[in-house]
């Protein structure tokens, strides 16, 4: 998932949870290449977690 919660940070990261039987675990947020200065958001992935895509606002518009 994508937000922009963390403290003094006003772009959207993208963090990942694993949800057990009873709860959330608590969200990581993703290091580079995932996450950069500008937006990060959008992300899917494979169920291995080896192959997948994002979309970014990097160079002034969103891209995946």
């Known amino acids: 998932f994508s937000s922009d919660n963390e403290k003094f940070l ?4 993208i ?3 694993v949800q ?3 709860e959330w675990l608590v969200p990581i947020r993703l290091m580079q290449p995932f996450n950069s200065s500008s937006d990060d958001f959008g992300f899917i992935s494979d169920k291995t977690l080896e192959a997948g ?6 160079e002034g518009s969103d891209d995946i």
């Open 53 to 58: 895509f994002f979309t970014t606002r990097r």
């Open 15 to 17: 963090y990942y949870t």
């Open 20 to 22: 057990t039987t009873d």
């Open 10 to 13: 006003e772009t959207l990261d």
